[in-house]
């Protein structure tokens, strides 16, 4: 890997409204681009919006869908990257070439090439096919990054194979904090109303933001993603009002040792840049660790004990 500048967004999209969203991806675009940044990171589900998807119909998601990279959003992120000379990656619902539907999220590069990660433990809506595969590639100058949607990154499996394909850089967009939870001790709604109050008291919305059901649920196991794998991470998540639930923001940057090296405090739209630095990679725990393993004892990971279930069965019947 060598060094690169990257940037983390977090903002408030609007739901089933590509051109307004769009607009605001082009806008931090031309910002990243102004503080020579190299890799954008944008969050899940960006383009079309997220948390409105689960109460359409199948026929209205199948609007908001289109074919990657050559879907008319896809082309405008390509655009964007070849004129800021960046790599940008954002999230959108993705009709495959089967007619399948996908929550995707779509890296463009500078030179033409696109990357696709379909989230594997997706659970949005009926409709949407969750994935059944990594999504590990080579950025221009000479990094290798890999991509996994929210709840992807809370198996610590997804990671670990990620950085066993040669991920140095994990791409983590998100759309949580504030989400209802059947775990007592994870998360938890959030009153809208400290969100249409945010102007007048932007000190209970943040404390909300930074506290347990945001900031503070992130830190139980966040870093540990970066540490314990030996990857720089970024995760970028929506902010605010996105149906009846409110997003966390907490745009942030970590290094391989799990430290922030950039975040956000904001209670609204952000991006906060930090530098990777390529020479922390090699000494790093997790990277000493992945050199440790011993496979030939891990065959349970991989048997099933008869506990699993559809995660859209996990996320909403607890």
Known sequence: MKNIRAASVQF?????????????IRFFAEQAHKERVRLLVLPEMCITGYWHVRRLPREAVEALAE??????????????????????????IER?????????YMVAMPDGRTACHRKIHAFENECIRPGDSYTVFDMPGGCRAGVLICYDNN???NPRITALLGAEILLAPHQTGGCRSKSPHAMGAIDPFLWENRTADPAALQAEFRGPKGRGWLMRWLPARAHDNGMFLIFSNGVGLDDDEVRTGNAMILDPYGEILAESCSIGDDMVVADL????????SGRRWLQARRPELYGPLCTRTGMERDTRSVRFDG
């Open 12 to 24: 408030q999209h609007q739901p089933n409204d590509k051109s307004s969203n769009l607009e605001k």
């Open 67 to 92: 074919p990657v990279p050559t879907g008319p959003s896809c082309r405008d992120l390509l655009s964007l990257s070849r004129s800021n000379r960046m790599t940008i990656g954002a999230g959108l």
């Open 96 to 104: 495959g070439g089967d007619g399948a539907l996908y929550n995707s």
């Open 155 to 157: 198996l610590i499996e």
């Open 277 to 284: 630095d390529a020479d922390l990679l090699p000494a790093s």
